[in-house]
């Protein structure tokens, strides 16, 4: 979806760097999300946040941080990656303004990240 | 534990015929249902979702998908396939009063329409 961007699309690192992927919106959503995507696994939830000022934890966040910069940006970044991260990492938004939990997400096009 | 189980690595269907991409929920009340559909090198994206009512939604695409309370089912089904319709698809599951923040996605089942 053109609405929201991942930035770099490939990346190959070395195990012990440090590496920020960068997602940004213009939908307009207040809920942002990432997720991690492993064959078999489906996708997995890293970190979301409501708004700017609330960001929480998913079911797989250690080795992962955040930041919600904006309220159309949101980042994710390996401080010291290793190999197991190696990944489709997708960012997602959500709009949730009208208090509805019931709507669907909106997906980058995903960050594919090979640790070495 | 709350899992969505989708049967099926791999659904083989020949074009012009009907398709059926299966998955069963384990989650407790009742949760809004989705499916979403992945093109390689592409993200996510909508195709339907059952949120209460008639229990056959209709969605992008052509697809429609029967909701089963009974069965714990959400079957996404097409009447005829196309052989673009070959993709990865994903069932997913978000459970009531929770704040609307977690959904719990499926393994995936791979799609493969032949012509």
């Known amino acids: 979806d053109a609405d929201v961007t991942q930035t770099p699309r490939n990346r190959i690192t070395k195990t012990g760097k440090r590496i920020m992927l960068e997602c940004s919106q213009t939908k307009g959503h207040d809920r942002m999300y990432w997720y991690r995507q492993d064959p078999g696994l489906g996708l997995r939830l890293i970190y979301y946040s409501f708004d700017v000022k609330d960001i929480n934890k998913g079911e797989i966040s250690d080795g992962y941080s955040v930041s919600r910069q904006a309220q159309a940006k949101f980042s994710l970044s390996l401080e010291s990656a290793i190999p197991n991260q190696t990944a489709l990492y997708f960012c997602a938004t959500s709009d949730h303004k009208q208090g509805d939990s019931y709507n669907e997400q909106f997906f980058g096009p995903g960050t594919r990240l090979t640790v070495l | 534990a709350q899992s969505v189980a989708q049967p099926e690595d791999q659904v083989n269907v020949a074009e012009g015929n009907p398709l059926t991409v299966k998955c069963t929920y384990s989650?407790?009340?009742?949760?809004?249902l989705f499916w979403y559909v992945q093109y390689p090198n592409r993200g996510l994206q909508f195709l339907l979702k059952y949120i209460t009512g008639d229990n056959l939604v209709k969605g992008s695409y052509g697809f429609e998908a029967e909701f089963n309370k009974s069965q714990t089912s959400f079957h996404l089904k097409k009447p005829s396939a196309l052989v673009s319709d070959s993709a990865l698809y994903f069932c997913?599951?978000?459970?009531?009063?929770?704040?609307?923040?977690?959904?719990?996605f499926g393994a995936g089942t791979r799609l493969f329409v032949k012509a």
């Open positions: 989650v407790s009340g009742n949760p809004y």
């Open positions: 997913a599951v978000r459970p009531r009063n929770t704040g609307g923040f977690k959904t719990i």
